[in-house]
C-alpha cells in the first residue's frame, strides 16, 4: 500500500508470513516455573526477523521493539507458536508484528504476547540499502495494521527526538 508514487513491485502479506514452533523446555524455564521473557523475546525477533527477510530478499537488522505484551505464562512442555507478518514496508525499514500462543493438546491456540518490531534492511557492512518490494494490502485489517503502523513510527520518532 505505499504512496501512490511507489512504483516497487508488491508482495502480499500472506508471501512472508512465518509460523514457528517451540516446545519449551527446563533450560526455558525461570525461577518461578515460566517462560523466560528473554527466551520468548528471542523466539519472537528470530521468527520476526525471518519474516522481513523473506519479505525483502536482503540482509536486515533489528532496529526496534514495540509494544511487547505478556498477557499470560508459558510452562514446561507448553508447545509455543508464534506467526509473524509484515505490517508496513517504509523506503529501508518494514515492519513486523508477531502473535505468540500457547497451543494446548485439542489444537487451539491461547494468546500471550504480542509484539511489533522494526527492521532495516542493510548491505553486510551494515549501510541501509531501499526495499525492492513494498507491500499489498488486500484485507481491511491488513489496511487498519497500515495505519497503525505508521502511527507507531510516529511515536517512535517523537520518543527519539525527546531522547527516549
Known amino acids: 500500500m505505499s504512496d501512490s508514487k511507489d512504483t516497487r513491485q508488491l508482495r502480499n502479506v500472506e508471501f512472508s508470513q512465518i509460523e514457528n514452533l517451540h516446545v519449551v523446555r527446563g533450560e526455558d524455564i525461570n525461577g518461578t516455573g515460566r517462560l523466560y521473557g528473554g527466551r520468548l523475546l528471542s523466539w519472537i525477533d528470530e521468527t520476526a526477523a525471518t519474516c522481513a527477510q523473506r519479505h525483502s530478499g536482503l540482509e536486515i537488522t533489528t532496529a526496534s521493539i514495540d509494544n511487547l505484551t505478556f498477557k499470560r505464562g508459558?510452562?514446561?512442555?507448553?508447545?509455543?507458536v508464534l506467526v509473524a507478518k509484515v505490517t508496513y514496508v517504509g523506503r529501508t525499514s518494514m515492519e513486523v508484528r508477531v502473535d505468540t500462543y500457547v497451543e494446548d493438546k485439542e489444537?487451539?491456540?491461547?494468546?500471550?504476547n504480542r509484539a511489533y518490531l522494526t527492521y532495516v534492511a542493510i548491505t553486510?557492512?551494515?549501510v541501509p540499502v531501499p526495499i525492492p518490494y513494498g507491500l499489498e494490502l488486500t484485507k481491511e485489517n491488513e489496511k487498519m495494521e497500515w495505519e497503525a503502523a505508521i502511527?507507531?513510527?510516529?511515536?517512535?520518532?517523537?520518543r527519539s527526538?525527546?531522547?527516549?
Open 161 to 164: 527526538e525527546e531522547g527516549f
Open 151 to 158: 502511527l507507531r513510527k510516529n511515536n517512535r520518532k517523537l
Open 107 to 112: 489444537g487451539y491456540r491461547h494468546p500471550i
Open 124 to 126: 553486510r557492512e551494515g
Open 74 to 80: 508459558a510452562y514446561s512442555n507448553d508447545v509455543v
